[in-house]
């Protein structure tokens, strides 16, 4: 482990899809605010079959309450 990251913390990276009635409902909206107010970043979308896909990277402990 580099002394960056033991003076950071663990760095994650999560990729995760959603299923379900995620689309029309502001979860996308939610999912970006959540993210903002834990300070992680990535990207969310939706996708033409009717799922939600993105990616959240941060600091291990708040990607995990993400």
Do not use: I
């Not at 663990?10 to 909206?29: N, T």
């Not at 990207?43 to 995990?64: A, F, I, L, R, Y």
């Amino acid at each position: 482990m580099s002394a960056l990251t033991k003076a950071s913390g663990a760095l994650k990276s999560v990729d995760y899809e959603v299923f379900g009635r995620v689309q029309g409902v502001c979860f996308r909206m939610y999912t970006e605010e959540e993210a903002r107010k834990l300070g992680v970043v990535g990207w969310v979308k939706n996708t033409s079959q009717g799922t939600v896909t993105g990616q959240v990277q941060g600091p291990e402990d708040k990607v995990n309450a993400m």
